[in-house]
């Protein structure tokens, strides 16, 4: 079975000036965006330099990330790739044994 490309992407090394608002302008040539959002530092909120944009269609998201990964944007080279999914976590104790309720 063939992997399947993600929908969400990576963006790292995004200027500070970046706001969600922008970096959803940057991608929406490529496609419909469910979700453009920047990771904020959480005392002061400001932009950490990356952030995740998720379109509605792979093919897209594919499109998107080969056109900007390793391009100059607002003065920065920025790099773009599929995010990784989190692998699914379980409920397993220090020993390796199954927690019991």
């Known amino acids: 079975m063939?992997?399947?490309?993600?929908?969400q992407l990576f963006v790292s090394r995004l200027s500070g000036y970046t706001t969600d608002q922008s970096l959803r302008q940057l991608f929406s040539p490529f496609g419909q965006i469910r979700e453009a959002r920047l990771i904020k530092d959480s005392q002061t909120q400001r932009p950490k330099g990356f952030g995740f944009v998720t379109f509605e269609s792979e093919d897209d998201a594919q499109k998107a990330m080969k056109a900007f990964d390793g391009k100059i944007v607002d003065g920065r080279?920025?790099?773009?790739?599929?995010?990784?999914?989190?692998?699914?976590?379980?409920?397993?104790?220090?020993?390796?044994?199954?927690?019991?309720?």
């Open 77 to 101: 080279l920025i790099f773009v790739e599929a995010a990784k999914e989190e692998p699914p976590t379980t409920d397993v104790n220090t020993q390796g044994h199954y927690k019991t309720s």
């Open 2 to 7: 063939a992997k399947r490309f993600t929908t």
